[in-house]
Every structure is written in C-alpha cells, then in structure tokens.
C-alpha cells in the first residue's frame, strides 16, 4: 500500500451533541466517498479508540487486498 495513502486517512471525532459521540474515517479532512463511520460512543476517548482500531483494520485490508492484486 501507499505510505502517501496511509498518511493522509485519519480518525475524526465528532460530538453528537446529547452526550455521544461517534468516529468516522476521512482523508484529508473529508469523508470517503462510501463512509466508515460508528456510533454512538459514552466518550471521547473511546469514539477515538474504536475508529484507531477500524482505521488500522481498514489499512490491514488494502495492503492484503494489493498484495493478493500481485
């Protein structure tokens, strides 16, 4: 995979406003074109948490998928 690729996605936190909160996988500082997004979430911390863990698994799954495209 592209390290220019893994670079440029990250985890955005938003506050739902009632308390909650949810993640969502953007690059650049937009969302994907088909969104990667969950919620709700009791905090901050672990909204944040959650979408590190979807991001790295995400990422896990273009590097296999272009290693098995070789």
């Known amino acids: ?6 670079d440029e996605l990250h985890v955005v ?3 739902c406003g009632d308390g909650t909160w949810e993640w ?5 500082g937009e969302p994907l074109p088909a969104r990667m997004r969950d919620g709700p979430f009791k905090s901050q911390d672990v909204a944040l ?3 590190k863990v979807a991001l790295r698994e995400f990422l896990a799954l273009l ?4 290693e098995n495209d070789a």
Do not use: H, P, Y
């Open 13 to 15: 936190v938003t506050d």
């Open 49 to 51: 948490a959650a979408g």
């Open 63 to 66: 590097e296999f998928g272009q």
């Open 24 to 28: 969502e996988i953007c690059r650049k």
């Open 1 to 6: 995979m592209s390290a220019l690729l893994r």
